[in-house]
């Protein structure tokens, strides 16, 4: 568990075979854990934004909807099957209270896109943990595709 690759925000990163991936900072953001158990084959992705609407795009992983389909096709251009591929996410939370604001909350907003997403691309979610109010880092270890989540002055949840 020594081998840790560490994905930044609006990134992704892909392991096989063993490893430990880990993103940090998942306030409203959310990290995705990818895994095709058959090959052993994880990615983490971390979205800040739940569509990509912005001209140009040049980076697909800062939005839910463009970063789990370039995950996908990595992944699949790999040897993984859409039909084995699992996903657990994370983040999502409310860390700001905005007075009329219009964007409202960009948690849930995220939550929502990325559910509407995997739904859209037939990928079957198994275990989330999202919402609430704090920041969370979260870990995935490829080989057994078990994630652990910590947050300060919490008990780490594995999931």
Do not use: W
Request: include cysteine.
């Amino acid at each position: 568990m020594n081998d840790k690759i560490t994905v930044g925000i609006a990134d992704m990163k892909m392991a096989k075979g063993s490893g430990i991936l880990i993103t940090y900072a998942l306030g409203s953001c959310i990290g995705l854990c990818f895994q095709d158990p058959a090959l052993h084959l994880g990615a983490l992705l971390h979205i800040m934004l739940p569509m990509n609407m912005e001209a140009g795009r040049k980076n697909a992983f800062k939005y839910a909807d463009t970063g789990i389909r370039e995950t996908l096709r990595q992944m699949t251009s790999q040897g993984a099957l859409k039909s084995r591929i699992t996903v657990k996410i994370a983040g999502g939370a409310k860390m700001f209270e905005v007075k009329g604001g219009g964007l409202g909350n960009i948690g849930q907003r995220n939550i929502e896109s990325v559910h509407t997403i995997l739904r859209q691309e037939g990928v079957r979610l198994t275990a989330e943990n999202v919402g609430g109010t704090v920041a969370r880092t979260l870990l995935f270890d490829v080989a057994s595709g078990q994630g652990c989540i910590k947050s300060y002055g919490r008990q780490d949840i594995i999931f």
